[in-house]
């Protein structure tokens, strides 16, 4: 992978200067770390401002991270972020810091946390929940092989809301291993947070004391609980405390030393602000969670004008249109109302959306329900995060075929998220489910249509991915039509090579055939449209009429390719036809840069096709090119 340099912060720093490792913030005297804080934060805005990136909420940490850092002997004892976007304060405080302005860059840091690139990044995450079962695996795991370290796993409250959280807890409480759980509270996921759960600790936030007496009650106790009654995490068996002001370092340090020297396992309930420190963040709806490059003075983010209508706000303008029509519609977001371009259904019908909070799983049994009683559920999901309701979607959904409606975003590359986000794998964990209908849109305005089609459909699930950001900028339908179930389209009509393309790489398709006709090779483009059921008339007629039939995808090995070939095979068509030529993402982790490098790192643009066409007919492309000039003449 190439390596992205970095600088260090232009601004001097009196503290920060001398703090390349976490040993060197302990040799700082205690009084001074709140310096230490004002540095580090104005050390992420400065980086983030150049590289854009998840902000709010490492800024909300960033007293917290110091403090974790100047109590724990990382790396030997382990910090595990959940989520981990909030590591950037973390980073810059273990070796880092110069490298700050790569971050999501190509060849730069990761967003998140990396077992690749640091000691101190012990455990990867960018799904959330997963902090205090990896942590007490790492108890585990150090109690088996006799150390000593302490284990630290910091989890937001928006994920707390997740059933894998509640399920570590559980194990937690019975398991009464030495671990610190800090619940960083700031009230605030990536939207407002939703459910119970949020309701129950802003009533423990209530109870949070003024300094005075919190320091009288760490003074006398340690570990003390200020809430007057037994919470529901020391029911579960894990100790309670709290709650501690998380942005006051001095009383982190205190509490911090505390905790890691508690025998078991303690909660540490720390109350936080996203965005803390930045006044723009701190006035945004969204603390700026994720942003685009910006001016730090002002805080003005660096967005060009779209070009073309945004994926996910057509699918939610079209989904708004459908529900005009029919009452029995309703969408379901966990916990991604924005980005998956609900937050205007929901204003416009607020009984008839759900944020379900992080918890996919039940994102998709919610649904399951509400189709067996009659309704037309939409799950709108990020095909990364649909991957944590898979046994869901086949329990609950295919083996009842329950028409839920499964609107997959971000589906393909993702850019600077990186491996942990790419939407490389639902056609093929889809593909192999009995009863799946799967379609994938080629632009905005197929986009349109399928949702449209989807909403129609009430014979099973039914599954239509996109991908991330603007379309292709085609002209737009007034409203969608209902497609035939199983059916694609020929776009382009040729004979030697065929391209049967699936979702978004259709413009690549076509941009292919123009530079393979220029080479003398006439070129068919199909648009699939659906990979189950698969259109076997329209596969008979390119493997039939064609010498090379090549499918694209912007999905993994084993699957929009793989129902081509059983389609071939079923027709007795694998022998004596067109030979088959699938293109799809390599089986690699494609890591964060932009999605046109991603893409053409993948070899599924247009010149990626080009060559494989003419790899596998044993042809480069300067005699094709040359060969095709002397036919001319």
Same mark, same amino acid.
């Given at each position: 992978m190439r390596m992205a340099e970095g600088h260090t912060p232009a601004k001097p720093t009196e503290f920060l200067s001398r703090i390349d490792m976490p040993a060197d913030?302990?040799?700082?005297?205690? #009084?001074?770390?709140?310096?230490?804080?004002? #540095?580090?934060?104005?050390?992420?805005? #400065?980086? %983030?401002?150049?590289?854009?990136?998840?902000?709010?909420?490492?800024?909300?940490?960033? #007293?917290?991270?110091?403090?974790?850092?100047?109590?724990?002997?990382?790396?030997? *004892?382990?910090?595990?972020? *959940?989520?981990?976007?909030?590591c950037y304060p973390h980073k810059t405080l273990t070796g880092r810091k110069g490298r700050l302005n790569t971050l999501r860059t190509g060849g730069g840091l990761s967003g998140f946390t990396s077992r690749a690139e640091s000691e101190f990044d012990p455990f990867g995450a960018a799904h959330s929940s997963t902090a205090i079962s990896a942590g007490l695996g790492f108890a585990a795991g150090r109690d088996f092989m006799k150390r000593d370290n302490q284990v630290v796993a910091i989890v937001g409250d928006g994920a707390m809301s997740a059933g894998m959280a509640f399920e570590g807890l559980n194990n937690v409480g019975s398991e009464k291993r030495r671990m610190v759980i800090i619940l960083n509270d700031n009230h605030m996921s990536i939207a407002p947070p939703a459910g119970a759960l949020s309701e129950y600790l802003t009533e423990l936030r209530a109870f949070m004391p003024d300094e005075a007496t919190r320091d009288a009650g760490i003074a006398k106790e340690g570990l003390p609980s200020f809430v007057d009654r037994p919470t529901m995490f020391d029911d579960l068996g894990v100790p309670y405390a709290g709650p501690f002001d998380g942005h006051d370092v001095d009383e982190m340090v205190r509490v911090l030393t505390a905790a890691r020297d508690h025998d078991g396992p303690i909660l540490l309930h720390v109350i936080t602000r996203k965005g803390k420190g930045y006044a723009p963040a701190e006035a945004s709806a969204d603390c700026y969670h994720g942003v685009s490059k910006f001016n730090v003075a002002d805080g003005k983010q660096d967005k060009a004008a779209p070009k073309a209508p945004n994926y996910a706000k057509v699918f939610a303008g079209t989904l708004i249109d459908l529900a005009k029509e029919d009452e029995r519609i309703v969408a379901v977001s966990p916990a991604m109302p924005d980005g998956s371009g609900l937050t205007q259904f929901g204003e416009i019908y607020p009984d008839r959306h759900f944020d379900v909070a992080i918890a996919e799983q039940h994102c998709v049994t919610f649904c399951a329900g509400m189709a067996a009683e009659g309704m037309r559920p939409f799950a709108a999901v990020y095909s990364t995060f649909l991957q944590r309701g898979y046994d869901q979607v086949i329990h609950d959904v295919a083996i009842q075929k329950l028409p839920v409606r499964f609107a997959i975003d971000r589906a393909g590359? %993702?850019?600077?998220?990186?491996?942990?986000?790419?939407?490389?794998? *639902?056609?093929?964990?889809?593909?192999? %489910?009995?009863?799946?209908v799967l379609m994938a849109s080629g632009n905005e305005a197929e986009l349109v249509d399928m949702v449209t089609t989807a909403a129609a459909f009430d014979e099973g699930p039914i599954a239509l991915r996109y991908p991330r950001g603007e379309g292709a900028g085609v002209d737009m339908p007034e409203k969608g039509r209902v497609l035939e179930i199983g059916k694609g389209e020929v776009l382009r009509e040729g004979s030697k090579v065929a391209i049967l393309s699936y979702g978004s790489r259709r413009h690549d398709a076509l941009a292919a055939a123009d530079k393979l006709a220029a080479m003398g090779l006439s070129t068919t483009v199909a648009d699939a449209r659906f990979a189950k059921p698969m259109d076997d008339d329209l596969v008979r007629d390119l493997a039939t009429n064609h010498e090379l039939l090549v499918t694209v995808e912007e999905g993994s090995i084993g699957g929009f390719s793989a129902l081509v070939f059983d389609s071939l095979v079923r027709q007795k068509l694998d022998q004596g036809h067109a030979r088959l030529v699938p293109v799809f993402m390599p089986d690699i982790f494609i890591d964060h840069d932009k999605p046109a490098v991603q893409v053409t790192a993948a070899g599924l643009d247009a010149a990626g096709i080009v060559a494989r066409v003419l790899d596998a007919l044993g042809m480069d492309a300067q005699r094709a090119m040359a060969a095709a000039a002397a036919g001319a003449e």
């Open positions: 913030l302990r040799q700082i005297a205690q #009084e001074d770390l709140g310096h230490v804080a004002e #540095e580090v934060r104005q050390a992420v805005i #400065e980086a %983030v401002s150049q590289t854009g990136g998840h902000l709010g909420a490492g800024l909300g940490v960033v #007293e917290l991270t110091v403090a974790l850092h100047y109590v724990f002997n990382t790396p030997d *004892d382990k910090l595990i972020w *959940d989520v981990s976007h909030q590359m %993702v850019g600077a998220d990186g491996v942990t986000h790419q939407g490389a794998y *639902d056609i093929a964990y889809l593909a192999c %489910v009995p009863n799946m």
